[in-house]
């Protein structure tokens, strides 16, 4: 017997169905091992020997794969076919060889690049042993990643509070939002008029034709400036005869697109799904993991992670054979098509991403997996027989026409385009970010010297427009350009910097929120080298070099800490003006932007005297007065439009910041909307000077209202709050709805529950907070506001309690009550039956979860005791690809999950937040 290697349970489980009972397949569960959360893990004194540390997953995977080598005639790794999954085979073999396990065990690696029994059966013919230079590579990634932020992070908790953390490429990332935000709100609009005429063959046919020349002199887009020019041109088109310079037509061929990479995958599925990169790959996951049919479990696309685009010889010849049956012979083209790319990292050298067999069509898929997973695999299958499919060929017509008034002679052109073939277009036409669509439209029969009628003349005001936020698909793509991170890492960057808060999505556009306007500010000041793309990009090829095996991973580290150590010391003596007067400078035109009447932006607003400037505090940054104390004034950086406009004026209540809404029919007192340091909020009333008075009442805009959105209606609910929803079933005392400092939630006595994302404090019902209530008092709420009341799945073997599958704030989870644990993200809450869950559960159970919680420690001295606890360790986890948010020294991180990342492993400040349950990301 063979033991067998991989990495998810659902992969074990299928795999095993192959192999027979000649083998034992068991799942890593992702990395079992990962640098430890504290100073000293990666050691650029000792040539950056790094310290790695078993998790207790880990570990209990290591027991477990121990106990089965006992006897067994071989250990074969086959785990997944990139550098992560050679980096987790290498580290299951170093776990193996400290317990002694092997002793001489012959150890095979392989590699498939589909879940299906031909692809592993092939695979297991052809065993290897592991690439020491993907090793390295995956080496080198992981100290640069920890490096960076572990050192860099702490530099911004001093210098700049509210920052949360800085990486190597989520850094890079960030700083391409918001140089586009800059770009945006530096542009200059500039008008410009177009001219069109709708004219008419002899035939009556009708076309539309654009001003192009006149005189002699070429016209171009934005030539014609002014609305007098335009005018002046109609009125000659208007006097004009009009008849057929030229017509040209012109053949052409348009070719398909080659199949799906990591990242075109990514691009697409946003573009025509609407689906985020992180929701991309989870979904292609499941797909590459596959689902059963007919009886057998089989994988229903290649591997995900991929920057390759051609496709196995029997790929395409499966391909070919869909074509012509579904097709007809017209759309198959003489030879197969061959892609080549340019990508020169051998770790992703595979196959592009593909159905793993093509005669499994969408509408069959679609029986077996959920909507989000068939739409994608439809996507797929598209996307790949399409590029095997015949040109497109197209006829393209130009028209010159020459318009005669007087002895003037303007011109003017008409484009058209006519499918003479559709060929791939029949079946998939790629999507395009932020373009135009090149196709013109179809024109009527034309030579040259048919006289032409004029039936109108157009003229139309344009401003050109400031270059658009980047989507998510355009950002991928042009960090692509770049060549800034590697694909199979975007996803989980564009997460990280939404998690951190660095960003936000409105109207499917990437916007930069000031805590990541701020964090690239300071970058870009204090360590501009490493945010710039050139050197990004240039490290990411050594570390491709790395991993073909052309230079030493230790030397890519040894030159990028020389310089890198050098920019961290600099930092000690930086003082806090140093920063503010380099921000207040970087993101002037965001934080003072010009004002309609000219004048001086940063001049206070209340006192008149004081200037304006960038501040630091506890919570981040704001804008204040130079006069404080005496003058108080504070506002957020940008000014979200509840700023009034300096003058006094009755309108705004005589203060800056501060819009009147209404009176309160019931005090009278005025309700104003205002802008204050950390936010806006309402207030009924003014303050008082006398310091015995009563504050006035305040009540905070929940998140996600907008100031322009909120009326007296609104406020004076708001000012209401808390208020009464509903009586408690039960003791019949009140349930109260409420604003707190970690957003809206229900009370009853002593019990409080967070509202979810789609209740409204201002409007929830006596029901639905009823239900969060008992939830909680049941203790759904340890998990979310609202606990899910799960989907049984069984009983316990040994117990007899209740298994079940709910929804929680980590996301899905089983428990039997007592223990709970997250599902990997390779597994879905629909899916798991009862023998995975009875797995996850032990699983969970043997690294400690489940037990009871000491009692609360009540005197100081116990509580002093407990600062002073160690730092627990940090789970390891699967980063596929650029960790470079490293947790920071002096920290005490909960316990991280084990998974497989896609990217960045967040830096966390110092914290001991509860324990989440292990899982594979």
Known sequence: MKVVVVESPAKAKTINKYLGRDYEVLASFGHIRDL???????????????????????????????????????????????????????????????????????????????????AVDTAMRNPRQIDQALVDAYLARRALDYLVGFNLSPVLWRKLPGARSAGRVQSVALRLVCEREREIEVFKPREYWSLVATLATEAGAMFEARLTGADGRKIQRLDVGTGEEAAAFKRDLELATFSVATVEAKPAKRHPAPPFTTSTLQQEASRKLGMAPAQTMRAAQKLYEGVEIGGETVGLITYMRTDGVDMAPEAIADARRVIAKEYGEAYLPGAPRKYSTKAKNAQEAHEAVRPTDMSRLPKTVARTVDAEQAKLYELIWIRTVASQMESAELERTTVDIAAAVGPRKLDLRATGQVVKFDGFLTLYQEGKDDEEDEDGKRLPPMK??????????????????????????????????????????????????????????EKKRLVAEDKGRLVTGFLESFFKRYVEYDFTADLEGQLDRVSNAEIDWREVLRDFWRDFSTAIAGTK?????????ALNDLLGAHIFPEKADGSNPRTCPTCGAGQLSLKLGKFGAFVGCSNYPECKYTRQLAANGVEGDGDGSSENGGQPGTRVLGTDPVSGLAVTLRDGRFGPFVQLGEASTDKEAAKPKRSSIPKGLSPSAVDLEKALKLLSLPREVARHPETGEPILANLGRFGPYVQHGKMYANLGRDDDVLEIGANRAIDIIVAKEQGGGRRGPAADPGRALGTHPETAKPIVVKSGKYGPYVTDGTTNATLPKTMAAEDIDLPQALELIAAREAAGGGKKRAPARKTAAKSTAAKKAPAKKAAAKKTDGDADDAPVKKAAPRKAPAKKADAEAPAKKPAAPRKAAAKKA
């Open 573 to 581: 003596e930086l003082r806090v003006t140093e920063v503010l007067d």
């Open 36 to 118: 430890p959360a504290k100073d000293g893990s990666v050691d650029p004194e000792a040539d950056f020997h790094m310290l790695w540390e078993l998790d207790d997953r880990g570990s209990k995977r290591v027991s477990d794969i121990v106990k089965a080598l006992k006897g067994a005639d071989g250990l074969i790794l086959a785990t997944d076919p990139d550098r992560e999954g050679e980096a987790i085979s290498w580290h299951v073999v170093e776990a193996l060889n400290a317990r002694r396990a092997l002793k001489g065990m012959p150890v095979e690696r392989v590699t498939f690049n589909a879940i299906t029994k031909a």
């Open 448 to 505: 040259a010297g048919d006289a032409l009628k004029r039936e109108r003349i157009a003229s139309t005001q344009h401003f050109t427009e400031p270059p658009p936020r980047y989507s998510e698909a355009s950002l991928v793509k042009r960090m692509e350009e770049l060549g800034i991170g590697r694909p199979s890492t975007y996803a989980a960057i564009l997460q990280t910097l939404r998690d951190r808060e660095y960003v936000k999505i």
